[in-house]
């Protein structure tokens, strides 16, 4: 079987990956007011080129910044979105655990004080940056994070009922602020676009569904409404331009923060969101089993997160081939890739392996889809 033309690609990654160290002194010393953003920018620029070169060393077809220019995954975007204010409050904290600890932490939230809008393309540096600084046959990939993530962790009251008394229209303005990120980024060469969505694997979870319930959503039918917003926002995109969808259950220096498998969502998700691929994680117990895949329909991708990224042990060959027969089981293998299970550093302080770990767990994903998929 060759493999995927168009993204994603049958050896595809998330796409953060663990900041240099030169980042993080530079960060630091930008934060204490000894280097200006320019020389800030020149670190990064550096590092960027090192890791779009690496990415392309150990044979992955797709390339990212690395989101090493963000503090935050997420909240880089939403924040430069008209009518979103930061607001530091303790109200909505959010607990991340794995089996050796515990963190929860009150991160700064998003309220919609304004009608949502668009002033400005949101990280066009970034791509453009990339873009210009890829090798042949390396494709630039920007991820931003969907516009659920603008409701999910406030919902309602996060939201100026003076602005929107009704959510339908804060919903339109959101679909048509993306709508219109999504053209400019097109515009600009995007041609994989990413859009990273906690949102639908959280409420698989009960424990998320009540979370919903307690801020004054839905919890039997938000998802649905991600869903619409979503495919509002991309309708659009002209048919070269590929568009994915990652969800995962929290990453945050190697913690999750949500447990269980994608059954609740999987039927509306695989038949209704229009998107080209879908990134799931499926690296432990906590992910549920593969049974979902049995909705995914013809000419769709999953991208099977079944190497772990929040450890540094690399898993074997064998146990990822038989990972993916199971996979195979519920739907078509060649509607299937590989992929670690999420990035490697959605905040700064990255996740608990070494670069060197990070860069042996790429270059596996490659070798093994390469054996999978010849």
């Known amino acids: 079987m060759a493999d995927n033309a168009r993204p994603p690609f049958r050896a595809d990654h998330v796409g953060s990956l663990l900041r240099p160290k030169e980042v993080h002194q530079a960060r630091d010393e930008f934060a204490k007011g000894l280097i200006a953003a320019e020389d800030l920018k020149r670190v990064e620029d550096d590092a960027i080129r090192e890791v779009i070169r690496m990415q392309g060393e150990v044979g992955l077809k797709s390339a990212t910044d690395g989101e090493l220019r963000r503090q935050s995954w997420h909240m880089d975007f939403i924040y430069q979105l008209g009518g979103i204010e930061q607001v530091n409050d303790d109200l909505v904290r959010v607990a991340f655990h794995n089996k050796d600890k515990t963190y929860e932490y009150a991160p700064p939230s998003a309220h919609v004080t304004a009608p949502v809008s668009l002033p400005d393309t949101i990280f066009a540096d970034a791509f453009t940056f990339v873009r210009d600084n890829v090798s042949a046959g390396q494709t630039p990939k920007l991820t931003i994070p969907s516009p659920s993530m603008v409701h999910y962790r406030g919902g309602r009251e996060a939201i100026s009922k003076d602005v929107y008394p009704d959510l339908a229209q804060f919903w339109d303005d959101l679909a048509t602020a993306y709508g219109e990120e999504v053209r400019r980024l097109y515009d600009l060469g995007c041609r994989y676009l990413q859009l990273d969505d906690t949102s639908l694997a959280y409420v698989n979870d009960p424990a998320q569904r009540e979370h919903v319930k307690e801020i004054g959503g839905d919890p039997l039918h938000q998802h649905e409404t991600y869903i619409a917003t979503i495919n509002k926002a991309i309708a659009g995109r002209p048919a070269d331009m590929a568009v994915t ?130």
């Not at 609740?264 to 990134?279: H, S």
């Not at 432990?284 to 089993?289: K, L, N, T």
């Not at 993916?324 to 739907?331: H, N």
């Not at 700064?348 to 790429?362: I, V, Y």
């Open 245 to 374: 969808t990652h969800m995962c259950r929290g990453n945050n220096q190697s913690m999750w923060a949500a447990e269980g498998g994608y059954d609740f969502v999987a039927d509306t998700l695989f038949n209704q969101l229009d998107v080209d691929g879908f990134f799931c994680e499926w690296d432990d117990e906590r992910s549920g089993g593969f049974e979902p895949l049995r909705y995914l329909p013809k000419g769709k991708h999953v991208v099977l997160g079944v190497v772990t990224s929040k450890r540094g042990d690399l898993e074997s060959k064998d146990f990822i081939k038989r990972r993916v027969e199971e996979a195979a089981k519920y739907t078509d293998l060649d509607q299937l890739c590989l992929s670690a299970q999420c990035g490697f550093s959605s905040t700064e302080e990255g996740n608990d392996l070494t670069e060197a770990q990070q860069w042996d767990k790429l270059r596996f994903i490659v070798e093994t889809a390469d054996e999978i998929w010849g």
